[in-house]
């Protein structure tokens, strides 16, 4: 009886966040329709490139209206992507969060709804951001002009230049054209061949120079993604170069970054640690050492981040977590910790990780939802409210929400590999090899 119970609980949480989720996309629909994101206070639209919409917030959210079963709202959003979207735009765009959001939303849309337009758009949209890769390294730069294909942004870091194999992979597959694997494949093995002699990489890095302008190492917000992709391009493809890097990789961190039951700051070429902070961003982690096996490490990190979200009642942005104070207050609506609470119920099938879900959930409706919708604080300590509802709200942190509580109901979690915005793209062999790993010591 109680297991049952436990499984009507699961359901009835599914179902609320189902709920929730109509509740943001209507005020969306309501107040920004048309236009990348929504302001829930002042009930106004917020576009990310002078005023030019992207429609980021329907492609990002459409394979999440799909998966729950909001099929007039996902119609709707598909009808406006296929009518309205172009990238014929005289903007200069960031590739790292234009690949993530847009192509990855339009691939996992085509896959699960086999709309050719999307395809369409998603090879456009690729072959416009191409020429970051032109650098002297292969390294891609920060941005790009979506018409003219000018580029700029020298200094980059390992989560910008390593986070593009899934989609250009996956895109690559798809049109059977190998560049954009080959072009996203060599920026992971460049940026790889650059890690020091201790096997870690920096936070920033000159994409001409080849050179590294900070030597800081960690986990978190602009070197996190690197390791995600290591493992899932290897997972994703049966790619052995990438699973090489990845073991390499998730060596060192584990060795040097480690710090008891969370991951710090050091240096990259001695492993000297620097200063005991952990984040919001950081909390990807638990789920990336779960997938790649780790499950002892992958609870212990899962519980610590519970402990940083319980510190107010939400998660901060940032801690130190050797004095547990917050260091970076404002919570903008992150899902990482909800990421790892349901690969870590995937493998576990541990009810904590529902129940540890039910209580991030009551919180967030406690604290960010609006009349219209969902906002970000300012502070989870006042619980000041901002004004903004990121398009990754809907992308990531309901759509993990609820794959936890509905689990494989809703998606094979073993059919898919999710890229960093929680887009699934379906597994099966890659339609394009990169160079062999021999080149790379």
Known sequence: MLLAAAVLTAATLAERVRAETLHAWRGYETYAWGHDELRPLSKTPRDWYDGQSLLM??????????????????????????????????????NFEI?????????SSYELTHDPKLLALADDLG???????????????????????KTSGTKSNPAEIGTLVLEFGTLSRLTNKPVYFEKAKNALVQLYKRRS??????????????????????????????????????????????QSMWETGIRAVNK????????????????????????ALQAFFPAALALGGDL?????????????????????????YRTMTVTEPGYPLRPEIIESAYYLHHFTHDARYVAMGETMFNDLVKFCRTDDGYTTLKSVITKEKGDWMPSFF?????????????????????????????????RRAAGSRPAPMQHVH
Not at 199 to 213: A, F, H, K, R
Not at 265 to 277: F, I, R, S
């Open 394 to 426: 809907l992308a990531e942190t309901l759509k993990y929400f609820y794959l936890l509580f509905s689990d494989d109901n809703t998606l094979h979690f073993n059919d898919v590999i999710f890229n960093t915005e929680a887009h699934p793209l379906e």
């Open 296 to 320: 002892p490490r992958a609870k212990r990190l899962e519980a610590s981040c519970f402990r940083m979200w319980q510190l107010h009642g939400i998660e901060p942005e940032a801690i130190d």
């Open 197 to 242: 002699k201790i096997g870690l990489v920096g936070e920033e890095i000159d994409v001409d120079s080849g050179e590294w302008t900070s030597r800081v190492s960690h986990i978190g917000g602009g070197i996190d993604s690197y390791y995600e992709y290591l493992l899932k391009c290897a997972k994703l493809f049966g790619d052995r170069d990438c």
């Open 127 to 149: 072959t416009r951001l191409l020429p970051v890769f032109d650098s002297p390294t292969g390294m891609p730069y920060r941005f790009v002009n979506l018409r003219t294909g």
């Open 57 to 94: 917030t329907p492609v990002d959210s459409l394979d999440t209206l799909i998966l729950m079963g909001l099929h007039d709202e996902a119609d709707r959003a598909r009808t406006l992507i296929d009518e309205k979207l172009s990238f014929d735009k005289d903007i200069s765009v960031q």
């Open 256 to 279: 040097y970054v480690a710090d008891g039951d969370w991951y710090g700051d050091v240096d990259m070429d001695t492993g000297k640690p620097l200063k005991g902070e952990f984040g």
């Open 99 to 107: 690949t993530i959001r847009l192509l990855g939303g339009l691939l």
